[in-house]
């Protein structure tokens, strides 16, 4: 419709090739193509350009449970792979994974998705893109999922990939219960699944460590993914996969930059009460330092109404002033390059013995614990011990348990914020739809 030159650019396939490479960074051999009859033209508009907004990190919509789901171009196919976190307790191991679905164009006509779920090779499956950050997978042979021995032999086999043993290794009872409950309830999920796009926190040159994500340890509920992100004088770790108790997208730990703590000498931390009692003081003081913010917004509001208008900016504008500095005072703390050794007080449960024997900082935090069922959630005091670069953990001090975190090292694609209201919205929402 435009003019002949621009038909006859809109034809050479060089142009469309070389859009491929740039925009989508398809680097395979484009010629292998040429013997199908696909032309680089057909790759972009029918394949690349069409699914271009599924690309990125999802969050499977499974309940408590979540997920993580990374959908990337890989050659000429797009390809959804699932993320798991390795064998419960084997924190410091890689993450593993698996495809969910691929799409490619075998013929010109149009892209053919496929689901890779189950042990029976690709099938037929199907793709929908509900709205800009949502998407959902359909399988329409889910004969392929199933396997001869039936779902004992299903059971045995998710077991053994997931958790790297068998029912009878698990002696834990409670566990054996946890484990059964997530197989029934995920297994719904095998012909159609939702998902939620996710981002990766935006980082800055201030912030303690890189943010990002990692695997952590959760008790008899095995090793959940965690997304740490940094707020002014707050850092959040939000579950990106979840349990019964606390599911997907809620907050599990709130670390309080603001409030480093001097852990005791080594002999004196090896005492649990010493630990609550240096935690608990902290604790009051932050409620004190609330309750007279609290105080002074109330009279701040008080003054602002009585006096005249152009007071009222300036008075605001003060007391932001004034809390922008008490954060970069508790940062400049934390930089402190010192390492002090660290051992966990006795009583504490951990469920990796080989946690590092070093920190570098500790702070004052509290932790989401909840009932079966996310019953009466409630925050509670903790400890947050940061070791290194890559590691972190985390003292529950009402659980008398710990969680040690590890990054994980894999590089996300398309999966940068745009901006950090566009994360922070996010954080939202999926901490909105958890429940
Ligand atoms: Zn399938």
Request: glycine share 8%; aromatic share 10%.
């Amino acid at each position: 419709r435009v003019c002949t030159t621009f038909r006859r650019i809109l034809s050479t396939d060089t142009i469309w090739r070389r859009r491929c490479r740039e925009e989508y960074g398809v680097c395979e051999n484009l010629r292998k193509l040429e013997i199908t009859g696909v032309s680089c033209r057909d790759v972009y508009a029918k394949l690349l350009h069409r699914y271009r907004h599924i690309l990125g990190l999802w969050q499977p919509d499974i309940g408590p449970y979540g997920g993580l789901l990374n959908v990337v171009v890989d050659g000429l196919f797009i390809i959804g792979w699932m993320y798991l976190p390795p064998h419960d307790p084997h924190v410091d191991d890689p993450m593993r994974f698996k495809p969910l679905f691929r799409i490619h164009l075998m013929e010109r006509k149009c892209a053919t998705v496929e689901c890779m779920y189950g042990h029976k090779g690709p099938h037929n499956g199907h793709i929908q893109i509900v709205k800009k950050d949502e998407f959902s997978t359909k399988c329409n042979q889910t004969d392929h999922h199933r396997m001869s021995g039936g779902r004992q032999e299903e059971f045995r086999t998710w077991l053994r990939e997931e958790w790297g043993r068998t029912l009878e290794d698990i002696f834990h009872e409670h566990m054996q219960e946890l484990i059964l409950m997530k197989f029934i309830y995920t297994s719904q999920y095998d012909n159609c699944l939702t998902y939620r796009r996710i981002y990766l926190p935006p980082s800055s040159p201030e912030d303690l460590i890189q943010p990002g994500l990692f695997k952590g340890t959760y008790g008899s509920h095995g090793l959940e993914i965690v997304m740490l992100s940094f707020h002014g004088k707050k850092a959040k770790g939000t579950k990106i996969t979840g349990d019964p108790n606390i599911p997907a997208g809620q907050q599990t730990v709130e670390i309080d930059l603001a409030h480093p703590l001097q852990l005791p000498d080594i002999e004196t931390l090896r005492d649990f009460s010493e630990l609550s009692r240096i935690v608990l003081e902290v604790q009051e003081q932050v409620r004190r330092e609330e309750q007279e913010r609290e105080q002074r917004q109330e009279e701040e509001e008080h003054s602002q109404q009585a006096a005249s208008q152009p007071a009222s900016p300036l008075g605001g504008e003060g007391a932001e002033g004034e809390e922008t500095a008490a954060g970069a005072e508790g940062r400049t703390q934390d930089k402190a390059p010192a390492s002090q050794p660290f051992v966990l007080p006795m009583g504490v449960i951990s469920r990796n013995e080989d946690y590092p024997r070093t920190c570098r900082v500790c702070f004052y935090g509290t932790g989401l614990i909840a009932g079966h069922g996310f019953t009466s959630p409630e925050r509670t005091p903790g400890v947050f011990v940061l070791f290194d670069d890559d590691r972190f953990g985390f003292i529950w001090l009402e659980l008398k348990s710990f969680s040690l975190y590890s990054r994980i090292k894999v590089s996300f694609q398309n999966a940068q914020a745009p901006s950090r209201e566009a994360f922070d919205e996010m954080l939202k929402n999926i901490q909105s739809l958890a429940t």
